[in-house]
């Protein structure tokens, strides 16, 4: 080993920082090293934003104006927009846009529902025998009886009812039957995982078009209290409107 390898291997003893004398403990905390490493590194990085900044208002255009510049300011020095404009939709104009979206969500929930139930009919034969025959001509009474399906599709009984990627004896004796699994599997995996990912889409979407119902009935009339928020629940709030006195 040698000299350099050694003291690679081997360090030295930590050299440790003294603390804070006992005599000039008034004066608060001692700083090390490492603290003035990272009081180093952040004034460097504010020094840098700040002088990019620099740039950037150098750089600026004075002509430059934007439409948000007239509902925008600064106040004590932090910039602040004014969001109080009223509303230009009425509640019966919002009202019906909460009932078109909700036709939508609906719509597409349906569409996602129909791909499902097309997906689970699907899976279901997948692996399965097939409902197709293969029918074999012979002729004599003598071949019929001594006909092996095994010998004739060069291959192994348990794999006589599919008819698709029917493995020869060749390659069975190459492939062991876990690998032949294997394969099957990999081949149902991206079919299952589809067929998860469009349900937890459909339940989603019918959650979305619970809540929708929700709001839609919160704009109408009618005293009403909060019972339960969203962040508590399933995602719904619920409300509780006020008996009233039907005329």
Known sequence: MSERTYKQ???GRAHKERSQPSGRQKLG???KHKDYVERAKDFHKKEKAIQLLREKADARNPDEFYFGMQRSKTKDGVHTSDSTEPNKYTQEQLLLMKTQDKKYIEMKAQMENKKVEKLKS???FLGAPAANKHTVFVDTEQERQAFKPEEYF???AEFLDRSFHRPRREQLEQDAPAALANRKKKKKMP???ELAQRSLRVKEMEKLSQRMDVEKQVMGKGRK????KSSEGNGIPVYRWKRERKK
């Open 9 to 11: 291997a081997f360090q």
């Open 29 to 31: 905390f001692l700083e």
């Open 122 to 124: 699907g899976l279901h």
């Open 154 to 156: 060069d291959t192994s």
């Open 191 to 193: 079919a299952y995982k």
């Open 225 to 228: 209290k909060r019972v339960l």
